[in-house]
C-alpha cells in the first residue's frame, strides 16, 4: 500500500542514508478554481406542456425566493464566461422563469460581471408588459434565448399545449419595440426550437 505516510517514510530513510541529499521545496502552482457552468432555474415548473419536453411537472410548483438566489450569486466569479458549448451561468434552462414572482427582482440583482457569464430561456408566452420587457433585457444578462416553436398559431398551441399564441406574438412585438429604443446597451438574442 503505496501512500503519503510511505512516501514520507521513506524520504526520511533516504536523507539518513545519504546526508547530502536536498529536497527542494515543492510550491503548487495557485489557481483559481473555475467552474464551466452552473445551471440555475429560479423554479420548477412551466407555463407550457411542449409535446417534446422531457419534465415532469406532477411535483407541485416551487418558487426560489431572493435569499436563496442572493446565496447562489456568490458562486458567480468564479464561473468561466459564457462562450457557448457549455460555458457560463445558465439563469434558466429548463423551465419558464418569468413565472418566479421574484424572477425581476432576482434579474436586477446580477451583478455587472454577468454581462459576460450569464443567460436566460424564455418561451415569451406570459402576459408581459413593454416595461416588464424593458427591465428584462436592461439586466445583466450577456444573451436571452427565446424560444420560438411555431410562427403559425394551430402549430404553436398544437406543439406548446397552449392557447397563449397572441400573448407570445405580442411579447414579440413589444421585444421588437424595446430592442429599437435601447440598441446601445442590450443583450444578445437568439431564437431556438425544436425540429419536429
Known amino acids: 500500500m503505496f501512500g503519503i505516510k510511505t512516501a514520507v517514510h521513506n524520504m526520511k530513510r533516504r536523507l539518513k542514508d545519504d546526508g547530502n541529499i536536498e529536497f527542494p521545496p515543492v510550491t503548487p502552482e495557485k489557481q483559481v478554481m473555475m467552474f464551466d457552468a452552473v445551471n440555475l432555474d429560479t423554479n420548477n415548473t412551466c407555463n407550457q406542456r411542449c409535446r417534446f419536453c422531457f419534465t415532469d411537472f ?20 468564479y464561473v468561466r464566461n459564457y462562450a457557448g458549448g457549455g460555458y457560463g451561468f445558465y439563469f434558466s434552462c429548463i423551465y419558464e422563469p418569468t413565472i418566479n414572482p421574484n424572477f425581476l427582482e432576482c434579474l436586477s440583482l446580477l451583478p455587472s460581471i454577468g454581462k459576460d457569464k450569464c443567460f436566460i430561456t424564455t418561451n415569451l408566452a406570459r402576459p408581459m408588459t413593454k416595461e416588464y420587457i424593458a427591465e428584462m433585457i436592461s439586466s445583466n444578462v450577456h444573451l436571452i434565448n427565446i424560444s420560438i416553436e411555431s410562427l403559425n398559431e394551430d402549430k404553436f398551441e398544437y406543439i406548446t399545449q397552449n392557447k397563449k399564441f397572441d400573448v407570445y406574438k405580442n411579447n414579440l412585438e413589444l421585444l421588437e419595440e424595446v430592442i429599437n429604443e435601447n440598441k446601445d446597451d442590450i443583450p444578445k438574442f437568439r431564437f431556438i426550437t425544436i425540429l419536429l
Open 58 to 77: 406532477s411535483n407541485g410548483k416551487t418558487n426560489m425566493d431572493v435569499d436563496t438566489f442572493k446565496a447562489v450569486l456568490k458562486v458567480l466569479p
